[in-house]
């Protein structure tokens, strides 16, 4: 299994710019979230979806949208990027809500 | 969610056991104590989860008090590819109705592993 895959890894935008971060995962996992991690600080939930055709917010969902048409993959686009979307972003699978997660590597996104 | 204290950083010999410890006072008795770790730059890897009863998996040991007020992870032979900042977490289980699961990590304890 390769697990939870995320692409790219790294990705520099101009402001006003849109782009889609890919996610899959090959666990069959229905439960797949989006992270972003500033410097010195936790992860904040963006998105999340408990299965194919479902999705809701997470704490910070403002410039972000995501959709989630199969059980595998879990896109993030962002539609206009700013500068305060700089950030590394992670992706996440589970079997079901509330089962140990496992992240992807990451995709670090600088906006100029 | 309960909140959790964790030392901000500690530092363990290479081959001895690392004991990391979480303070989680305000536990609630359907919530899990969840350990994960954060290598530098790689995204955040899931180590090991207990209720009340110790837990020991490949990767770690889990002991929780019996007042289940705090845990204490093991690292029983610490490696210099263990340094990395690990993050305790209580949470709900699976099953406990709507909600988006969401894992909040504090600032952890960054373990450096010294040769």
């Known amino acids: 299994n390769a697990g939870v895959t995320q692409t790219p890894k790294f990705q520099v935008l101009k402001t006003g710019q849109s782009m889609t971060l890919q996610c899959a995962q090959d666990m069959n996992h229905e439960y797949m979230s989006w992270y972003r991690q500033d410097p010195g600080m936790g992860l904040r939930l963006i998105h999340y979806s408990v299965g194919a055709g479902i999705t809701d917010q997470g704490e910070v969902p403002n410039g972000y949208n995501v959709s989630r048409s199969t059980t595998e993959d879990f896109p993030l686009r962002l539609l206009s990027a700013a500068p305060s979307q700089t950030s590394v972003y992670f992706c996440?699978?589970?079997?079901?809500?509330?089962?140990?997660?496992?992240f992807g590597p990451g995709t670090r996104l600088t906006v100029t | 969610d309960a909140k959790t204290t964790q030392p901000p950083s500690m530092d363990c010999a290479e081959g001895r056991a690392a004991n990391l410890p979480c303070n989680h006072s305000t536990i609630s008795g359907n919530e899990y104590v969840y350990w994960y770790r954060q290598i530098h730059s790689q995204g955040p890897q899931y180590i090991i989860h207990g209720l009340k009863n110790n837990e020991t998996n490949e990767m770690a040991s889990l002991i929780i008090t019996e007042d289940r007020k705090s845990s204490t992870l093991i690292l029983p032979h610490a490696t210099l590819r263990d340094t990395a900042v690990y993050y305790c977490?209580?949470?709900?289980?699976?099953?406990?109705?709507?909600?988006?699961?969401?894992?909040?990590f504090g600032k952890g304890t960054k373990l450096s592993v010294i040769p």
């Open positions: 977490i209580v949470r709900v289980t699976a099953n406990s109705g709507a909600g988006s699961y969401q894992l909040t």
């Open positions: 996440a699978s589970s079997y079901d809500r509330g089962y140990e997660q496992y």
